[in-house]
């Protein structure tokens, strides 16, 4: 958890004047959220411009499987046409830097409370009250439509088996 925490300190002419201590909140849910996608097979990647040391602290508390630290905005939509040229990808992100990757991945999920105008409009998805469940929540419900969609398909094709023999 001090992993994810910078000091920073104002000096005047050499001596302290301030010191600060800045932490990063990681969302409500977020851990939640992260072992829902692990258990279902689904692979956790955190894509940060922020350092390794502090990513790796936040991979660690969450339950990430890959880190992807010092990451710029080019970067991180470059991992993601590599991922996506060989399976389904989805990105979840707020930020002007996530943009370009957000456009780019199969789906784009922006958190619309605290995200930027730039994120929003590149996301397909955009979370309007910032909770992580709704991500499960979608997961959960692609995977039910896609079965309901195959269960749809092969009943068609059945019946239409059925007519073709009784014709």
Known sequence: ??????????????????????????????????AFLNQRGITTVLLSGDSQAKCDALAAQLGIQE??????????????????????????GDGINDAPALAQADIGFAMGGAGTDTAIEAADVVIMNDDLQRVAETVRLSKRTHALLWQNISLALGIKSIFLVMA
Not at 4 to 30: E, M, S
Not at 78 to 84: M, S
């Open 1 to 34: 958890d001090s992993a994810l925490a910078q000091d920073l300190h104002l000096l005047k002419n050499g001596r302290l004047v301030a010191a600060f201590t800045l932490k990063d909140a990681i969302r409500p849910h977020a851990k939640a959220l992260i």
């Open 67 to 92: 880190v992807y630290a010092h990451q710029l905005p080019e970067q991180k939509l470059e991992r993601i046409q590599q991922w996506a040229s060989t399976e389904p990808t989805a990105m979840v």
